[in-house]
């Protein structure tokens, strides 16, 4: 089993910053991949990016690729999202996932996080 948990929600005004945290345990040795999905009010979960966790590679949505950075830091068991410029319509939940394989769609992620809100505002 791994445990995740997500921290760094907030309210961050349009054009801001704001960085996530996602805290892997447990048998995190079997972690293929890190990634963060988020879910908009009213809209499907969708995948914003990933890491491959022990060679540091990583992915992003098309959408998101120059504002959103992800990195991870192995000995904390941490994976981080650092998001920039950010608009009213990144509003949303920002879960973090794992899985032990290649595969980066929402069904193919073993383990969740609870989420954590972020919410873009004046």
């Known amino acids: 089993q791994v445990q995740l948990v997500e921290s760094g929600g907030g309210l961050v005004q349009p054009g801001g910053s704001l960085r996530l945290a996602c805290v892997a345990s447990?048998?995190?040795?079997?972690?293929?991949?890190m990634a963060w999905f988020r879910q908009a009010p009213g809209k499907e979960r969708e995948f914003v990016g990933a890491?491959?966790?022990?060679?540091?590679?990583?992915y992003y949505a098309d959408s998101l690729k120059g504002r959103f950075t992800i990195s991870r830091d192995n000995a904390k068991n941490t994976v981080y999202l650092q998001m920039n410029s950010l608009a009213p319509e990144d509003t949303a939940v920002y879960y973090c996932a794992a899985t032990y394989g290649t595969v980066l769609t929402k069904s193919d992620m073993n383990y969740w996080g609870k989420g954590t809100l972020v919410t873009v505002s004046s």
């Open positions: 890491v491959r966790w022990t060679a540091g590679w990583t």
């Open positions: 447990g048998r995190t040795f079997s972690i293929y991949h």
